[in-house]
């Protein structure tokens, strides 16, 4: 299989398996507004069209960024799989991790999409952190299984 097919499909099933950790926070009272949602609708404010956008639109939209960022971060592990450990729970991790750091400490505050840690719920930010290394395991298994040709099961 293509590396680059093989990553997205391994993001977007870590995507998946971090969206379930998103929703127990969630039900959990942890957070509120969902990171991908929030960053929608700051990005729709920044050009000027969220009075404008329904809220199905709003929904599907942040679903679709969200599944977008998480198959390039995908694609982006297995370029960066050499440099890991061995190990996928570790890779994962460690891989997690830096998407998170990449995502939270820098990119999304910088844009002004989404705030960083200090100026965000602390609950939401542990929600966060344990949802990207659900992401990150998720995507390192799922590549794992995918280049050595065996299935899920």
């Known amino acids: 299989m293509n590396t680059v097919v093989r990553g997205g499909l391994a993001g977007t099933v870590g995507t998946g398996v971090m969206t379930l950790v998103i929703a127990v926070g969630r039900a959990a009272g942890l957070l509120r507004t969902p990171p991908p949602r929030q960053i929608i609708e700051n990005v729709a404010a920044k ?14 939209s942040a679903m679709a960024a969200h599944l977008g960022y998480g198959a390039t971060s995908g694609v982006l592990y297995t ?44 609950l939401r930010v542990a929600v966060m952190i344990a949802a990207h290394a659900v992401f990150g395991v998720g995507v390192a298994e799922t590549e794992r299984r995918l280049r050595d040709g065996r299935s899920a099961g």
């Open 79 to 122: 370029l960066v799989r050499p440099l890991l450990p061995e190990s996928p729970m570790l890779a994962g991790l460690g891989y997690g991790g830096a998407v998170w750091g990449a995502s939270y400490l820098g990119l999304m505050p910088r844009l002004g999409l989404y705030p960083g840690p200090k100026a965000d719920s602390l």
């Open 47 to 60: 050009v000027g069209i969220r009075h404008r956008l329904p809220e199905p639109a709003v929904q599907a």
